[in-house]
């Protein structure tokens, strides 16, 4: 036995106490409770480690395994009110309060740990009836991590089946006590030095026994997760990041990724739609807005794992975070954390590569706005002018402001869409409230109950009388109706900005191809939007369209028929955008009143030695054929 824990330690208490001690330590509860009254009373033990460790003998002694209840005895409520449980609730309490206030010396914890689990796996089986009776989580946190530095100490503690699922309740009990306690403090610095070791979670095993402690599913794990963040900047702790580190040990013993391919792993998903994102950008808002002198040259490391953190969440899990991460105040974050020039390969690619790329979605730009409007002070500061990720930010803004004078235009013109014939023999185009709806799938429009005859009978409308975003977009996430709409006026309005050089490379590629059909690519993905004309077959719609089997690719199919059998009036558009990891693809057809465009271009690209033009020259020449600037010769999505 521990030198610590012996009887023989109470000698060096005085007299009168030393009595009452050594009955206490022989069971009896009474002068139990006396030695309880007495340290909750009288603050010089409470002042003084030394003293107050001269009672641990008592509590140790009371810990005694054999006289926790079995069989019938454990449903009687009387034992937590008196008798051995009660003493060792007392006991209990001592002992993890000792280490919120003086050190205990490590080799004491063999001897000390085997007594104290028994009786907390005991108390615990109770803490769903009455918390109270449960151990005390700030205290037993702290007890842990006291020891958790010592080798020893450490491999008893990691390998005793239970202290996992224990941890996380004792981190749930964290959260349920008021942030005005003193303790608590303390509570969450224990925490995150747990959280912190490697050891603590090494195995699938260890992190299944965390998530079981946490409620039983991950969604419950990524909750306590989210709550430690939140509660970051109140109590000021885990500023080296210990979360993130916790994170990775789950994520990597929980074992191999989702089958999908996408990096997000099942912490990571459970985190996303545990909001995550809003808690972190919340935390490194608040950080640096309280520490702006102190973080003027430096951020803690918790800051630039937060924010490459973010970064992994938005590249994986797509553009569908960006709106509400913009209303907690992303923007700030980016501009304050490029001050420090710090973490600036990350602050780059979150600017350059998911901001831009965001700016075709409707729901972003409905919010860019305002949240632009946040940050208009602090992005004039010298530190972030100068900084490295300003030239990036600058060309975002640029974009930015193109994107969103579009987006007024798009909102103030919406009763004023023009729609075109769906029978594409006819190709009328005109005001949408001159054009009938398919009262079926309410996708196709047309002109006259004729038109609509003529494409049920003759056309493909019969077989694919279905909403046209189930077979023109890849499956990935769900995009609104709105979402769609704004994103093929948006492919209209870039399309006649660079009609000319759409144009251009299309007589390109059919001066190289005479007799292949082909398709016009938008790409979104970074920036201004890039154009590339490519071979329109099916297996190069297998390629964009990978995440469908080979049957579904039938309603593409119906529109390469359509775009066949309308004379050159129907042009193949896909737009291209960015959906984490992978781009996402939706087949947007302009329609032409008539085929003078293709008619054009055909000529042009048999004229001779046009494969030889500079881009420049032959794009005057098709300018000059088309007269792009009359209305009629251009057409809409």
Sequence with gaps: MHPALRLSVLDALPYTLKRTALAAARGSEEDLCEIHQRLIADTQFNDDGEKFRLFLPIFYANLDRAKIPIGDGRDDPSIFTAGPVHSAMISLHHICTMTLFIP??????????????????????????????????????????????????????????????????????LFKTSSSSPVVGYGFDALTMILHSPAVVASRADAEEFIEGAGGGLEDLASLVVGYVDRIAQENFGLDGEIFNFIHNVETALGPQASNGMMLGPLYTALGAADIVRSLIQMIDSLMRKNASAYATHIPPLIAKAVHFLLMLFVTSGPHLIPDALRAGLLYVVISCSRVNQCTRDLTTLVEEVLTSSLVSYATLSVLEDSLGTVQEISKSPKFLSSTVFKHWKTFIELSDERLAFLREFNEGEQKRRKV????????????????????????????????????????????????PSFRLSELQPIPVRERTFMRALLNHEYRKIAIDMYTNQVAFMAQSPSSPFFTLFQFDRGRVQIEVQPLTISRLRVLWSDRADQRLGGLRN??????????????????????????????????????????????????????????????????????DDEQHLGIH
């Design 104 to 173: 205990l010396p490590s080799d004491i914890f063999s001897d000390l740990w085997p007594k104290l689990w028994k009786w907390v796996e005991f108390l615990d089986a109770y803490r769903f009836t009455d918390d109270k009776t449960g151990p005390d989580g700030i205290a037993f946190v702290k007890f842990v991590s006291m020891f958790l530095p010592d080798k020893i100490a450490r491999g008893i503690l990691t390998s005793t089946p239970g202290v996992r699922c224990m941890i996380a309740k004792s981190w749930m009990l």
């Design 421 to 468: 014939c769906d029978n594409v023999q006819c190709g009328k185009i005109g005001d949408r409230s001159l054009f009938k709806r398919c009262s079926s799938c309410k996708s196709y429009y047309y002109c006259s109950p004729k038109c609509q005859k003529t494409d049920w009978l003759a056309g493909e409308h019969r077989n694919f009388c279905q909403s046209y």
């Design 559 to 628: 529109d390469l028929l359509r775009a066949a059998r309308s004379a050159h009036r129907v042009d193949v558009h896909v737009l291209a955008m960015t959906e984490g990891l992978k781009e996402r693809f939706f087949l947007v057809p302009l329609r032409l009143q008539t085929s003078f465009v293709y008619d054009t271009l055909a000529r042009i690209s048999k004229q001779p030695g046009v494969h030889k033009m500079q881009f420049e020259d032959l794009a005057q020449t098709i300018s000059r054929e088309l007269g792009v």
